[in-house]
């Protein structure tokens, strides 16, 4: 099921975005003054499936979504008084908690994209390789952002790291590419709540236009970081499936992981994570 060892440092990524509503003003030739929501809703309007009654809003174009959040799990081996431990770590662009100055679009993509090319981590999503690698390119294109590292690609397809290539290696691995790509293709949702996770805990991808209209961003970021927990607890189960992780190894990164939650759910600002172990505790 996986064709090479797993990667040290591993990147469980997420993001996620809304209809551009200053892209619909340009696109649309609409009045300045069009307020974001109208916009969205010409964008709607005007993507193929969309109904009034069945279908008010259907996914818009990667063109035209604009990323409001990225969130990554970063995995990494270490050892202690050697012993192997997994030290894990839980970011987000923008960070949390919040500044009064938020990043736009485009320094969200380049930070992100120059994190990846500088340290050069194997990177790990759900259907990531037709939605969220297609919105980040797109969206850099649009905001002009330069990816030097990030871009760079090996003269042979199988010889070095490549972020683009899903034939080859795995440096960008695709989980649902794992799986079927019928109409039987499982949701993330899915698969993690049946494996006994907690999948999605406040939120849902169908209210994240609305949070942001509502000017919640924060709910926004913390619903796409609890997405990259359920990335990494099934990547964890297909690791383990396909024995490229032995089963001493495979119990001890479980007690890891719940350490990890556990110190960060110490933090007063992480109510999201502590519902996330209770909904666990509960499954």
């Known amino acids: 099921m996986l064709k090479k060892e797993i990667h040290d440092p591993v990147w469980f990524f997420d993001m996620e975005w809304v209809p551009d509503a200053a892209g619909a003003v340009?696109?649309?030739?609409?009045?300045?003054?069009?307020?974001?929501?109208?916009?969205?809703?010409?964008?709607?309007e005007a993507t193929k499936g969309y109904d009034a009654e069945t279908s008010p809003r259907p996914f818009?174009?990667?063109?035209?979504?604009?990323?409001?959040?990225?969130?990554?799990?970063?995995?990494?081996?270490?050892?202690?008084?050697?012993?192997?431990?997994?030290?894990?770590?839980?970011?987000?662009?923008?960070?949390?908690?919040?500044?009064?100055?938020?990043?736009?679009?485009?320094e969200i993509i380049s930070e992100f994209l120059r994190y990846v090319g500088a340290r050069e981590p194997q990177l790990v999503g759900y259907n990531s390789l037709e939605s969220d690698l297609q919105v980040l390119i797109q969206r850099g294109l649009?905001?002009?952002?330069?990816?030097?590292?990030?871009?760079?690609?090996?003269?042979?397809?199988?010889?070095?790291?490549?972020y683009f290539d899903s034939r080859f290696g795995e440096w960008h691995l695709d989980l649902l590419q794992r799986f079927s790509r019928s109409t039987n293709t499982p949701r993330l949702n899915?698969?993690?709540?049946?494996?006994?996770?907690?999948?999605?805990?406040?939120?849902?991808?169908?209210?994240?236009?609305?949070l942001w209209l509502g000017g919640r961003l924060r709910e926004i970021i913390e619903y796409n970081q609890i997405d990259t927990l359920n990335t990494y607890l099934v990547w964890l189960r297909v690791a383990n499936f396909s024995c490229k992780i032995s089963e001493e190894d495979y119990l001890a990164e479980q007690d890891d992981f719940r350490e990890f939650l556990d110190r960060e759910a110490e933090n007063e600002s992480s109510g999201h994570i502590r519902r996330f172990l209770e909904k666990w505790d509960e499954a």
């Open 26 to 44: 340009r696109l649309f030739g609409l009045p300045p003054e069009t307020t974001e929501l109208d916009a969205m809703k010409k964008l709607w």
């Open 60 to 106: 818009v174009k990667h063109l035209f979504s604009r990323i409001v959040s990225i969130a990554f799990l970063s995995r990494r081996i270490v050892y202690v008084d050697s012993i192997r431990r997994v030290e894990f770590g839980l970011h987000s662009l923008p960070r949390l908690p919040l500044s009064d100055d938020a990043p736009s679009e485009a």
């Open 142 to 162: 649009i905001n002009e952002v330069r990816a030097e590292a990030f871009c760079r690609r090996p003269d042979k397809p199988w010889n070095g790291r490549d």
């Open 190 to 210: 899915e698969l993690a709540r049946l494996c006994g996770f907690p999948g999605k805990v406040d939120v849902d991808g169908a209210q994240v236009a609305d």
